[in-house]
């Protein structure tokens, strides 16, 4: 192979390496892996610390770690920061294990649906959204506004996605800007 053959394909494959890794957005200044699950992601994500710290207390990590796929709608530090003082330290005793696994599994959705999914089908409902039934039970609604995907609690709290698409070996992540809270 000539010099400039091998120049070529050495940077078209560099090129080819980044884009692919590239794919993934970065979490809480983290790199998030593809071939990860969603618990061995999110324990990088420094703006994931609360939810991780709420999902070990749930023992919810192993039901996390399985097969899937599940779409996670990840709130991060700063939503758990909103709720009232004294929220997320009265969920995390333990005494409230029941309530807080509502809390966490009202924001997984079986299956693997990415934010152009759920866009797409919010679009294209006769009331504009695209209505989830969560591992708990109970119900999110995905709304478009603008270029925006937003995601509704029965309680008619909404969280903007603020990261979409967020690969991981057993599904994916979108990180939301609000606790969604389950009735």
Known sequence: MTPFKTLAALTLSTVLATSAFAANPDVGGAPMFEDKNIIENAVNSADHTTLVAAVKAADLVD????????????????????????TVDTLLMPENKGMLTKV???HVVAGDLSGATLMSKAKNSKDGFFHMQTLSGDALSAQVRGKNLYIYDENGNVGRVTI????????????????LVPK
């Open 104 to 106: 966490l599994t009202a």
């Open 164 to 179: 979409a698409d967020v690969n991981q070996s057993n599904g994916v992540i979108h990180v939301v800007d609000a606790v």
């Open 63 to 86: 039901a996390l770690q399985g097969a899937g796929p599940f779409t996670v709608f990840a709130p991060t530090n700063a939503a758990f920061a909103k709720l009232p003082d004294g």
